[in-house]
């Protein structure tokens, strides 16, 4: 893969699938600016060539202004031509145990967060004039239930039909809309499983295994390729095949 020349953008860049993400763009070649809530980015652990072309900006993509100002700024007067957005909450919470609170967290990020950062980072890629590519992070949850994880779920819902809309809107004019849909992958996030139901999720996987981010990394940067030119509005699961024996 050689993405030298383009620039990326990587929301929830600081951590998990979008940490691996930003490496993954990076060692291409792409110049990657990672954007999060933190003030510093923790060291990407990536080569050291692929880390200085790294930088980061705090960002807060529940605020709408402050994010399309962000994304306007990191386009400058080099426009922007790669967009990963890999923010997201997760928290239990089957229906009837899902207060307000617990909803509208889930919501602000996952939802209405994903929302403003994914036009904002359209619109910067429809001014570049070039096309370019935009990689939405959902899960395999956006596809079947997960018992006791209701708010989730409807956010990964979400991710699947924006993710066909946004394609069929901009496919025209050479930009690429398309999620990868991790299975459960071994994450910061998903510490909240103990290791004894981590077993007993691998064992419901046909590839017996949870994923690492390095592996949904490889897809996203796919993606992200040339080698994903014709691709548009595809929801890829990347899943060890947990997909493959249940109706979707």
Known sequence: MDLRGKIAAVVGGTSGIGRAAACRLAEAGARVVTLSR????PDPGCSPEAAERI?????NITDSAE????????????????????????????TLDTDDELW???MATNADGLFFSARESLRQIRASGRGGKVVIVGSVSGQVGNPG??????TKGLVVN?????ALDYAAEGINVNSVL??????????IYDSATKEEIAATIPAKAWATPEQIANAVLFLCS??????????????GGYLAGRPA
Do not use: W
């Open 226 to 239: 040339p080698l994903a030119d014709y691709v548009h509005g595809a929801n890829l699961a990347v899943d």
């Open 182 to 191: 991790p299975g459960f992958t071994d994450t910061e996030m998903t510490a």
């Open 162 to 166: 924006l993710t066909r809309q946004m």
């Open 104 to 106: 509208r967290r889930h």
């Open 55 to 59: 930088t980061h900006r705090r960002l």
């Open 67 to 94: 994010t399309a100002e962000v994304f306007a700024e990191l386009a400058g007067t080099e426009g922007l031509d790669l967009a990963v957005h890999s923010a997201g909450v997760l928290a239990p919470g089957a």
């Open 38 to 41: 933190r003030a510093v980015a």
């Open 149 to 154: 994880f209701a708010a989730y779920c409807a």
